[in-house]
């Protein structure tokens, strides 16, 4: 893998556990708390154009996207699913944060995707 190609993929999120209701604006309204969101992609099965339950999000930075994952892992629940978010590649690892002091911050919910 080309240099270019590692930092492009050190840039990308994964999202894990999407519950199919949820819509690709509500995921992006989310991750956008963490920084600038480059490109946004929830992946659909080609038989039943039904989303896989998973996404990817670019952010302009590997400092943000590292971020974005400190910052949600364990804390956005959407239609009754916590997220798993991981750096792109690093899925298959638990994505919480030990040691990570939340004081400050609320769990996100969402009932209704629109």
Do not use: W
Not at 47 to 68: H, L, M, N, Q, V
């Amino acid at each position: 893998m080309s240099t270019t190609a590692e930092s492009k993929s050190r840039c990308c999120v994964y999202i894990g556990n999407l519950e199919e209701r949820v819509s690709e604006r509500a995921v992006y309204d989310i991750l956008i708390q963490a920084g600038r969101v480059i490109n946004l992609h929830i992946p659909r099965d080609k038989e039943t154009d039904r989303p896989k339950g998973y996404a990817f999000a670019e952010y302009e930075s590997e400092e943000i996207a590292e971020y974005a994952v400190r910052l949600f892992a364990g804390l956005v629940i959407l239609f009754n699913r916590t997220l798993r978010f991981s750096i792109s590649g690093q899925h298959k690892k638990p994505s919480h944060a030990a040691g990570l002091v939340t004081t400050s911050i609320y769990p996100i919910f969402l009932t209704h995707a629109n």
